[in-house]
Every structure is written in C-alpha cells, then in structure tokens.
C-alpha cells in the first residue's frame, strides 16, 4: 500500500515536472523574438552632388543618425557621398540582410524629388537632364519600399531628402509642357501594412537644410531618438514640435503608417512606476549620476535689458516678453565628478585644446593638451567642469537622456534668463550693485585681482580667483547657485545680434548662425559688467575655455 501510494505520488510529481518544463519551454519561445530581436539600418547621407551644389549636412545628418543607432543595437550599413553603383550596391547588401531582420529601418538624407506620382533618390553623380535619365541615375523610392514589404517585419523609412532640388528644375526644362509632372519636394507615399514612412516636412513641400552641423529634421530626431521609454509615434510628435519651432512653422514632419504595433527605439528602464513630477521649487535627482535638478515653475518675465541699464549691449534687445513652461533647472553647473563619470561610462573623448589662462605670462593662450582634467588651476569634484565644448554639453545630455530615460538637454537662452532673474527686473538677481555680488556670485574680485593684476575687477573679496565649488554662493528666489559667475554656460539657442525676430514661446531659437552658440552668466574671470541677468556672449560649438561649462535643463513628462 505504502509502494503503490509512494508510485502514484512519483508519478504525480513527474507529470507536474514535465509540465512546468513544457511551459517553461513555451515562455522560453515566446520571449525569443523580443530577446533576439535583429534590428538592420540603412542609412545614406549625400553631400557632395557633382552636378548641383553641395548639400551642408547631410552626411553630418546620416552619419549622427548612425552613431544613434548603434548605439540602439541596429546592425546599421553607412553610406555617404554615394554614387549610383555604390548606392545599388549598398541597397542590395540591405535587402540581403533584411530576409531575417525583424526590423528594417532605411534613413536618407540628400536629394530627392518626385515625378508623375514617383519618388526617387537622387545619388552624387547624377544629372537628369532629360526623364529617361531618372530610370538610370536615381533610385526609386517605390523600389525600395517594396522591398522592405516582401517580408513580415517592421519597417521604418526616414526621408530628409525635400530640401530645394535644382536637379529637378533641369529636368523640368527639358520636359517643357510635361514638367508640372514634376512635384515640389516628395509625394505622399502608401505605407503597406507594417511600414512607417517619416518625412521630413509635408508632402509637396520643401525642407530646410539648417543652418547648423545638422537639418532641422534631423537634430530633432537626434534629441529624443535615444529617449527611453517612447514609442516611436511619440519621438514623432517630440521631432514634429521640434521642428515646427526651429523653422517657426515652415517645416511640419508628417508621416504615413501602417503600423500594427508599438515600437520602442529604447524601451523603459527596468524598475517601479516612476514617481509624479516633482511640485514647483522641489529638488531631485533621477540617479545617482544625474544633477541635482529644481523644478522651475511656468510664467511670463520681459526678456533681455533695457536701454537704461548699465554695461548694457545692443545684442540685449529689443526687450519681450516671454512666456515659459514649467522645467527643470540644473540646482548647479554640471561637475567635473558628474562629467567624469559620464567620459568614464560612455567613453567619450573631447577633442584635445583649451584656451587657458597662463598666469606666468598673465596672458590667455591656445595649449592643446589642456582639457578638463588639466586646467591650470586646482579643482576638486564639486567644482564646475571647464574647457568643454557646446558639442560635449550636447553629447553629455544625450548620454544622461539614454541612462535615465528623461529628456535632458541644454535650456534655452529664454529659460536661462528667466531662471536667473527667478521674479527680478534688476541687472543682477540680488540687484544692481555689481559691488554687493561677491555674496551670491563668483567674479573678477580682490581674490582674482591678486592672481591676475592686470584685469579690472571689484573691490570686494568672494574668496575665490578662479572656479569655485558649486553651491557655496547664495542661491537665488528659485533655489539655484551660479547662474551669475563661476563659469559661463551653453545654452542651446543659435547665436543672432539682436532678438529682432525672435519667438515669445520660451522655446531655443534655431536660427541665425548656428555654428556659433550663446553663453550665458559670465564667470570667475569677467569684470561685473559681464555679470548680468542680460549679459549674453557666443562662441563656435567646439570652442573650449578654462571659464566655460554648462549646466542641463530636463523636460518634465
């Protein structure tokens, strides 16, 4: 009895064990596609046209795109400055490697133009004098849709490829009466089912190149690309905001899909439901490598200085006013412990070169093997990290954006005033005596006066002849230090002479010239007339100085 009851319980547990086995292996198969995910990209930026005038950007604009989507676990081919052959050629290398993929992404950015309801590539060696050359010189989009379509995939087509064509004028010429065949930038494309098709503005329209290292399209798409936790048609909607304001609604990115799922370029970090956003004036961090942020709230303050004000300059007006949305605000400048972890783990490496003071010749010189670790002048941690570019500000919030999942970027020149100010009208946040300053900012003062004796400076002593640690002067009615002094910081806006022209929405303004970017705040180094809510002063975005750092803004969900 014992036995058969000892048999019957085995044998109860074996078919228990084999179950668990079978679902176990059933979860096993069901997580493999997820787990084993292959991601392949193509992506193609030609420049370099022989028979039309060079492009600015697009090769800075695919090969940006390629870096990101690496990094996004994407087996990406790379084409730049492609001629026809090539260009095939790298088409058939795609569609080879696409046959397992379980996503396809195809980015362009260049020449494009449409045709009789055609859309077509246009590659560097192309002339298209006359339409028969289309079916031999460029390369039809339809093509290239179709073969994505072939497999049962997700299939993301990215086109920055509307800018103004004067290929397509050519070929207008020699068409005469047919030319109105020829469309204004791309023609609207059916997505298949599965398929998302991304252009940079809408159909019939054409997009802007930009004025910077990189199109309007595509630095949106490069801000919010690598944010975790957002579904594609959600980094969509971010680049669509970003790019009607850089281009004050000339350019709307619009898209046709067909999706029959989400699709995560960066899925959410692991872990419990995020908290609320913080409340107005509250301080928090995101990890234990992020800044302290404070929550800045919204409103509305009138922007730059008026004719009255002392030191003032002309690039400080005309004065607006500025409405603000609620963000979040550095509490500090960004360390040099925050930045070392950041070169640490994503092992970025900041072109050699600083500008820095040589107090033996009481002079500024070039050195080009100075960088943030070698200043010249003793820091700990805690003080401001110096002698880094706008392009190192830009790569650090994109990495913290990546760790944490939030939107960190540089702040506008808007919400950089308007978080200095914190209320004020005055030229300082503590008044308008630049003699009162060494309490709450750190300047050219005895201390300096000291080191450097032939700069003008104040008569009083904040202690500190070059960066201070941050945090060590009074804060202002928001809550953050150093906004005023210590070290001047990026902020994302282009750089233009006046705010002739400039929006009241708050938002960085991405026109004017944009290979140079404004500073703001002054530092250790600058006289008092430096010192000021207004005070404004711009740099090229590879520029480093031993008195230049940044400090990070976060969108809030």
């Known amino acids: 009895m014992e036995r058969r009851r000892f048999y019957r319980t085995a044998g109860w547990l074996g ?12 979860a096993l198969l069901a997580a493999a596609p997820a787990l084993a995910e292959k991601r392949v990209a193509l992506v193609i930026g030609n420049s370099a046209y022989k028979h039309a005038p060079a492009l600015a950007n697009p090769k800075n604009d695919a090969e940006g795109v390629a870096t990101a989507l690496k990094r996004l676990d994407f087996e990406v081919l790379l084409g730049v400055d492609l001629e026809k052959g090539p260009m095939e050629r790298l088409l058939r290398g795609f569609a080879d490697k696409i046959e397992k993929a379980d996503v396809a992404l195809v980015f362009y950015a260049g020449h494009g133009l449409q045709v009789s309801g055609s859309n077509y590539l246009v590659p560097i060696d192309a002339r298209l004098d006359k339409e028969q050359d289309l079916a031999f010189e ?24 509307c800018r103004d064509n004067p290929l397509a004028r050519n070929l207008a010429r020699s068409m005469g009466t047919r030319s109105t065949a020829i469309g204004r930038g791309l023609g609207q494309t059916q997505a298949g089912i599965g398929t998302l098709i991304v252009y940079a ?14 199109s309007p399209f595509t630095e ?20 669509r905001q970003g790019v009607i304001r850089a281009t004050k609604g000339k ?7 067909s999706l029959t799922g989400d699709f995560f370029f960066a899925a959410a970090p692991a872990g419990p439901t995020p908290a609320p956003t913080p409340a107005h004036g509250s301080v928090f961090r995101d990890c234990p490598d992020c800044p302290e942020m404070v929550v800045i709230p919204a409103g509305t303050f009138t922007m730059g200085s008026p004719a009255s004000e002392m030191d003032r300059r002309t690039d400080e007006g005309p004065q607006r006013q500025v409405r603000v949305k609620s963000f979040a605000l550095g509490k500090h400048e960004v360390t040099r412990g925050e930045w070392s972890a950041f070169v640490r783990e994503s092992g970025h490496k900041p072109l050699g070169g600083c ?18 670790r070698s200043i010249g002048f003793a820091q700990t941690d805690r003080h401001p990290v110096v002698c880094v570019s706008w392009d190192d500000a830009k790569a650090y919030s994109a990495w913290l954006s990546r760790k944490s999942g939030k939107t960190y970027r540089l ?80 902020v994302e806006d282009c750089w233009n002479g006046s705010y002739d022209g400039a929006g009241s929405d708050g938002w960085a303004w991405l026109s004017g010239d944009c290979t140079r970017r404004v ?39």
């Open 519 to 557: 500073m703001r705040g002054g530092s250790w180094s600058n006289h008092p007339r430096y010192l000021r809510s207004a005070g404004r002063a711009t740099y090229v975005t590879t520029y480093r100085d031993d008195d230049v750092g940044f400090r990070l803004a976060r969108t809030l969900d």
């Open 138 to 161: 460029a390369i039809s989009l339809d093509l290239i849709q179709r073969l994505m379509e072939q497999g049962q995939r997700i299939n993301i087509m990215m086109l920055d490829a």
């Open 15 to 26: 078919t228990m064990a084999y179950a668990c086995l079978i679902a176990c292996l059933f």
């Open 220 to 239: 949106a798409l490069l801000a919010h690309l690598e944010t975790r936790g957002l579904e594609i048609r959600q980094v969509l909607t971010r680049v």
């Open 411 to 490: 702040a506008s020149e808007a919400e950089w005033e308007y978080a200095a100010r914190a209320g004020t009208q005055t030229a300082r946040p503590w008044g308008d005596d630049s003699e009162a300053g060494c309490h709450h900012a750190n300047g050219a003062d005895a201390s300096f006066k000291k080191k450097i004796p032939k700069r003008p400076a104040t008569q009083c002593d904040d202690g500190h002849p070059y960066t201070a640690p941050v945090g060590g002067f009074e804060a202002n009615r928001f809550g953050l230090h150093d906004l005023i002094g210590n070290a001047w910081e990026w």
């Open 355 to 372: 500008f820095v003071w040589n107090e033996a010749k009481q002079s500024g010189e070039k050195s080009d093997t100075a960088d943030w």
């Open 251 to 257: 350019q709307v990115p619009w898209d046709s899909s």
């Open 201 to 214: 503005t809408q159909p019939g329209n054409v997009a802007l190149d930009g004025e910077g290292r990189n």
